[in-house]
């Protein structure tokens, strides 16, 4: 090794002794006789310092030394005198007398200061995203990172799964996105198509006698761009024989408790996680992914405006539509201004308007209160919990409509009047999704969660009578109004797998088409099982208080999936696109 010890190992114990040293120069200061330098590696930072009388060519040399500079050194361990001791730096009892140096390699100045948390645009991080990495922030989420990942795979083995991978060269399947492909060199005009999750191989790998796989897994999706998506992330997927839903759940919820307990010093709000029904989820919040470390929940006003003077709520009831409201604790004082531009957000979401009523001491202060009576308010106030200074905000539409913008809203305005408290994991998991929607676009019924997902079992009849009532045995867990994870028991029959295939309009011949190898897997003694998917990029950033997943992987893509560094995606050339059968086609 090039150094006998790491910089941020060194402490008060080691005084007397010499030491090699190597790493990049993180700060350097020049006294004239003189010259001190945070000495960096990966373990931390340690103070190193060239003094003329103690070697006069190493003081020398240090003067040409610019920061990021890969420098060698070796010297002697000394405790600081005392008043210069640093009590923020975990070496800061001691700093190192320089006697050699050596450059290993000088360094431009970098775009942006390596050795302060300053912000810098994305694209420049994303350039040069090798510097980037070398800031203390990123280096932080690499680790923790590394850690969750240690920590998944440690618990799963210890609970007797198996590591498992799966081909990334793969079949086009249709999973709900559209599918990164590979052109086959060797079979001209076929593709291959990379896994957007090793779901049916996971399931194969249960028909084999698997019994417990796990595998932290890359997916691939070629998804239209949305804040926060990545083109290629990572899952921990794994699957389980012989389970039902609680299994899985169970086994999820201890992971996810001792991984926090283990890694973090955040706080679970609740354990063991609430289970909510995705109605419940819906009529309480308006979303399947609720964030429930504050309140606001919806309140269904429908019975009380029914007979309303308020023609928007009374018709919108006639029509079998709902009225709900949400209360905002203290926003009474909001200004026109601001009402406004939430009725703008609540319109981008569908809803015709939205509704307010402030609730001041003589009562509901609003445009539309002259056409209210006494016991609507009171009804109105009741149902809301409204108290003096409180905003009431409500949307009267279609339930769908409704849930979104109203749930829109409560997320909305709990991150802009700072309601959610950072320091803590709200988990929760949703239950009981159903196994269809329909697909106004395509005018055919498509899967919630995915094709192989199971319906309850006295639910099964309903997919020939009315499809959107057949609820699947599925199940989501959610943190801080953020879906980590999603999975259910599976179809293990090709009986029922053929039903739900026919149920989302996919032909007989299809079926085969796609699914043959599977269907015909299940007619060799398939297991019942079932299985899960965490999103781990997410996990980690969660845990790592960062916003977006770009910040804890290593080598994101930016919202247009390109990578910035690379410069990909990037033409090919003429003999490879030959090679592959292709041609471009402007
Ligand atoms: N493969 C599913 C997904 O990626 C998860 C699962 O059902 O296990 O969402």
């Not at 003189?34 to 070697?55: C, E, H, K, M, Y």
């Not at 209160?369 to 006494?374: I, M, N, S």
């Not at 999975?487 to 797998?497: M, N, P, T």
């Amino acid at each position: 090794m090039l150094k006998s010890i790491d910089c941020g190992a060194l402490r008060k114990d080691h005084v007397g002794q010499t030491v090699t040293l190597a790493g990049w120069v993180h700060r350097r200061r020049d006294h004239g006789g003189l010259i001190f330098f945070d000495l960096r590696d990966r373990s931390g930072l340690v103070q190193v310092v060239f003094n003329a009388d103690i070697s006069e060519p190493a003081h020398a040399l240090a003067e040409t030394v610019r920061p990021e500079y890969v420098i060698q050194v070796k010297g002697v361990v000394a405790a600081r005198p005392e008043g210069l001791v640093n009590p923020n730096l975990a070496t800061g009892e001691i700093e190192v007398e320089v006697h050699d140096l050596a450059i290993l390699n000088a360094a431009k100045t970098p775009p942006f200061p390596i050795n302060e948390d300053t912000p810098v645009r994305d694209e420049v991080r994303l350039k040069y995203r090798y510097l980037d990495l070398r800031r203390e922030r990123m280096q932080k989420n690499m680790i923790l990172r590394h850690n969750v990942i240690t920590f998944m795979r440690g618990f799963l083995n210890r609970a007797d799964f198996l590591e498992i991978e799966t081909p990334i060269l793969l079949k086009s399947t249709p999973e709900g996105a559209r599918d990164y492909v590979v052109p086959s060199r060797i079979h001209p005009g076929k593709f291959y198509a990379l896994p957007q999750s090793p779901q049916q191989m996971k399931q194969l790998l249960m028909v084999a006698g698997y019994e417990r796989y796990y595998q932290i897994a890359r997916c691939f999706r070629d998804e239209d761009l949305r804040a926060d998506r990545q083109p290629e992330f990572t899952q921990l997927d794994l699957e389980m024989s012989f389970v039902e839903s609680e299994d899985v759940m169970a086994l999820i919820e201890a992971l996810l408790i001792e991984m926090v307990d283990a890694l973090s010093d955040m706080r679970i709000q609740e354990r063991p996680f609430p289970v909510l029904t995705y109605a419940e989820a819906m009529e309480r919040f308006g979303t399947d992914r609720p964030d429930l470390r504050y309140g606001m929940e919806l309140a269904d006003l429908t019975e009380a405006v029914r007979r309303s003077r308020f023609g928007v709520f009374a018709n919108t009831a006639a029509a079998g539509g709902q009225i709900k409201a949400i209360c905002v604790p203290g926003a009474a004082s909001f200004s026109r201004k601001r009402i406004d531009e939430l009725t703008e957000g609540v319109k981008e979401r569908g809803a015709k308007g939205l509704v307010w009523l402030k609730a001041e001491r003589d009562g509901l202060r609003s445009s539309i209160a002259k056409f209210l009576t006494e016991e609507e308010k009171d009804a109105i106030i009741e149902l809301t919990g409204a108290n003096e200074g409180d905003l009431i905000l409500a949307v009267a539409d279609s339930p769908q409509v409704v849930a979104e913008s109203l749930g829109w809203l409560r997320t909305h305005l709990a991150a802009e009047l700072n309601l959610a408290d950072p320091d803590t994991l709200a988990f929760c998991w949703v239950i009981d999704f159903p196994l269809l929607e329909w697909d106004e676009e395509e005018a055919r019924w498509v899967a919630v969660h995915h094709p192989f997902t199971s319906a309850k079992p006295e639910h099964w009849p309903l997919l020939k009578t009315d499809p959107g009532k057949a609820l699947a045995n599925a199940y989501d867990v959610v943190c801080n109004g953020m879906e980590i994870g999603g999975g259910s028991i599976r179809i293990h029959d090709a009986e029922h797998q053929s039903m739900v295939f026919e149920a989302l309009g996919i032909s007989h011949e299809e079926a085969q088409e796609q699914f043959g190898h599977l269907l015909e897997a299940f007619s060799y003694g398939a297991p019942p099982h079932g299985g899960i998917a965490l999103g781990l990029d997410r996990i980690v950033a969660i845990l790592a208080r960062e916003d977006s997943i770009r910040e804890v992987i290593a080598f994101p893509k930016t919202a247009s999936a390109t990578d910035l560094m690379l410069n990909s995606p990037s033409p090919i050339s003429p003999r490879q696109l030959a090679e592959l059968h292709l041609k471009i086609v402007e």
